[in-house]
């Protein structure tokens, strides 16, 4: 039910708001604060560098359709198999906790941009100047794959939050150690979830790339996508499944009524925001809920 109602709402707004582009941007952001949700809610890492993987997404998808002659589906499937890729080239990063993690992955995906834009390698990736995806452009496929990937990123968060593995991610979060001694595999169990993530947000990139068919390597190797990601999670409420979602939708609404036409007002707004969560709602909206509903309990009770 969390992942066929946003689903069916993004198959009827299609049809009463004329901006598809717009609502692909908010599918694929509720995918990527799903995806935040997997990796920080439910293990604790929080990656600064997520967009890494979105960029590389983009572009090993986009080079996909250029240089393989793939449709646009199979380029989100090279997409994601390369943010899997990534991911695990990156695992020794768990070594790292914290602040340290967060700051390293940034640093990363600094990295990726840099070499990607880097004028030297122009003939394999074209350097700064981008890649034109035009020629493959399919309004209906990309507005679909978008809502197809929010629809299986929630999907895989309930799963996991509802199953065995997901009791040992928070395991794992609340306590490494313990839960070691009691017998969870750590290193293997952060991987997965971390690979899952990654994934997510390799297909995020490839659809976003393939959508708004000419991109540049600071489009999609941005940290705002991280940032803006990571508010919406946890605008919603980290490990929760409807937070991110909800949180997702609402934040990104405002940005594009209120941050696209005054961008210093919205900063203003997000900064409020996150002060506001800080001080009283460090679980996000699913927290208040939850907290609303355990005082209306209690005054039954009473």
Same mark, same amino acid.
């Given at each position: 039910?969390?992942?066929?109602? &946003?689903?069916?709402?993004?198959?009827? %707004?299609?049809?009463? $708001?004329?901006?598809?582009?717009?609502?692909?941007?908010?599918?694929?952001?509720?995918?990527?604060?799903?995806?935040?949700? +997997?990796?920080?809610?439910? =293990?604790?890492?929080?990656?600064?560098?997520?967009?890494?993987?979105?960029? +590389?997404?983009? $572009?090993?998808?986009?080079?996909?359709?250029?240089?393989?002659?793939?449709?646009?589906?199979?380029?989100?499937?090279?997409?994601?198999?390369?943010? /899997?890729?990534?991911? @695990?080239?990156?695992?020794?990063?768990?070594?790292?906790?914290?602040?340290?993690?967060?700051?390293?992955?940034? *640093?990363?995906?600094?990295?990726?941009?840099? +070499?990607?834009?880097?004028?030297?390698?122009?003939?394999?990736?074209?350097?700064?100047? !981008?890649?034109?995806?035009?020629? @493959?452009?399919?309004?209906?496929?990309?507005?679909?794959?978008?809502?197809?990937?929010? !629809?299986? *990123?929630?999907?895989? %968060?309930?799963?996991?939050?509802?199953?065995?593995?997901?009791?040992?991610?928070? /395991?794992?979060?609340?306590? &490494?150690?313990? %839960?070691?001694? /009691?017998?969870?595999?750590?290193?293997?169990?952060?991987?997965?979830?971390?690979?899952?993530?990654?994934?997510? *947000?390799?297909?995020?990139?490839?659809?976003?790339?393939?959508?708004?068919?000419?991109? #540049?390597?600071?489009?999609?190797?941005?940290? =705002?996508?991280?940032?803006?990601?990571?508010?919406? /999670?946890?605008?919603?409420?980290?490990?929760?499944?409807?937070?991110? =979602?909800?949180?997702? %939708?609402?934040?990104? @609404?405002?940005?594009?009524?209120?941050?696209?036409?005054?961008?210093? #007002?919205?900063?203003?707004? $997000?900064?409020?925001?996150?002060?506001?969560?800080?001080?009283?709602?460090?679980?996000?909206?699913?927290?208040?809920?939850?907290?609303?509903?355990?005082?209306?309990?209690?005054?039954?009770?009473?």
């Amino acid at each position: 039910m969390a992942a066929v109602i &946003p689903v069916l709402v993004f198959l009827i %707004a299609v049809h009463v $708001y004329a901006n598809e582009l717009l609502l692909v941007d908010m599918a694929v952001y509720i995918a990527l604060a799903q995806g935040i949700n +997997i990796i920080y809610g439910f =293990t604790g890492y929080l990656p600064f560098g997520y967009f890494g993987f979105f960029g +590389i997404g983009a $572009y090993v998808g986009g080079y996909g359709i250029l240089h393989w002659g793939l449709p646009g589906p199979a380029s989100v499937l090279v997409g994601a198999v390369s943010g /899997a890729i990534a991911g @695990a080239i990156l695992l020794p990063l768990f070594r790292l906790r914290g602040a340290y993690f967060a700051l390293v992955t940034l *640093a990363v995906g600094e990295a990726f941009y840099a +070499i990607i834009s880097n004028p030297s390698l122009t003939s394999i990736t074209n350097g700064p100047y !981008g890649l034109n995806l035009a020629a @493959a452009y399919s309004s209906g496929w990309s507005f679909g794959m978008a809502v197809g990937l929010a !629809g299986v *990123a929630i999907l895989i %968060a309930a799963l996991i939050r509802r199953s065995h593995y997901g009791m040992t991610l928070k /395991a794992i979060r609340d306590d &490494p150690e313990s %839960a070691a001694m /009691a017998g969870i595999n750590v290193g293997r169990d952060r991987f997965y979830a971390w690979i899952i993530a990654a994934v997510i *947000a390799g297909a995020g990139g490839s659809i976003y790339g393939w959508a708004i068919s000419v991109f #540049y390597p600071q489009d999609v190797f941005d940290v =705002t996508i991280s940032v803006l990601a990571i508010v919406f /999670a946890l605008f919603g409420g980290v490990g929760s499944i409807w937070g991110p =979602t909800i949180g997702a %939708a609402l934040l990104y @609404a405002i940005y594009n009524v209120v941050g696209v036409s005054n961008p210093q #007002y919205f900063q203003l707004i $997000y900064g409020l925001i996150i002060i506001l969560l800080v001080l009283f709602a460090p679980r996000g909206l699913a927290g208040l809920v939850e907290m609303v509903k355990g005082r209306l309990a209690r005054g039954r009770v009473s």
